[in-house]
């Protein structure tokens, strides 16, 4: 996979499952992350095809829980976000999808205490030798690219040392996300920060923090010299963001998000949790909006609650002739 030049959708948990994917695809999205999936999760999953929905979905064993849902229009795009602590297990979850993703990523940024108390995610960061092992590992046996998304450090030389150990193991790419694990996603990234790492690598480095309108795509990359850019809020914001041609009504955007995940067949939680995310951003859920949305219990509520239905019987088979 080439990772100069690209519009990267970010990885964002419960949010980037294959519809929302698909959504930032269609406008422009070159490299779409699913969410984090935990190692100790995916390892218990098996490979099925979906005939009826044409998907591939990987299933925890003994319950039909579809952990990953994927199709072959995403094959070359999609990126397979692990979070993991031990190199063994990243490469056994890995060796499961391989075949059906583009590129593998290790989570190393996540500030969440769920990840840091499993020694995952920005737990990481402050673990060079096991980076290093947990990299290599796969690097060696996989062969799709492998790459990683680490955040700032506590300076900017800490950052550039890590950046410069990680680009040691092989990796293909290695996005940086400019902020701290103390700091807020109120607080402003810190680009001049991900341009010092962008000067001390030869590898593509995938910049992230803060881009919101289709012009940030272009600034980042001056201000950073960064080869790609991945955008996570602005995208679930609106995923037409990605289109030079303008942003579409966001109202718009929650429609098609959830014509796909009805022809998906996407988790109800998930789907809730994604609309949940791009309405707040707009108005208080505590209004008649927000108060519906609570209460959908299914795709057939939403498709309802958004003037869907005749495209839920559609896809579902029970339209009437
Ligand atoms: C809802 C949500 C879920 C996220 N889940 C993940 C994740 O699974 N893995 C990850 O590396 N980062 C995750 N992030 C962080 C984003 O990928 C990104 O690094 C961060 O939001 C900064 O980019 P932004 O300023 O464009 O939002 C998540 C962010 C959001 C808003």
Redesign the pocket.
Known sequence: MDYNNKLVL???????TLPFRLLAAEYGADIT?G??IIDHKFVKCERRINESLGSIDYVEKGTENVVFRTCNEERNRVVF?I?TSDAVRALTAAQIVCKDVAAI?I?M??PKAFSISGGM?AALLTKPDLIHDILTTLKRNLDIPVTC?IRLLKTPQDTVELARRIEKTGVSAL?V?G?KVTDR?RDP?KWSEISDVVAALSIPVIA?????EYEDFQRIKLATGASSV???????WNASIFSPNGKLPWEDLRKEYVRKSILWDNDIKGTKFTLR?IMGHYMSLEKSDGKALTKAESLADLAELYGEMKYYRVVKGTAYC
């Open positions: 970010a990885p964002m948990v419960r949010v980037g992350y969410e984090e976000q979070g990523d989570n940024g996540c995610g998304k996005a996300h902020r996603p990234a992230n923090g803060d881009v919101i991945m955008v996570a809020r602005g995208a679930l995310e």
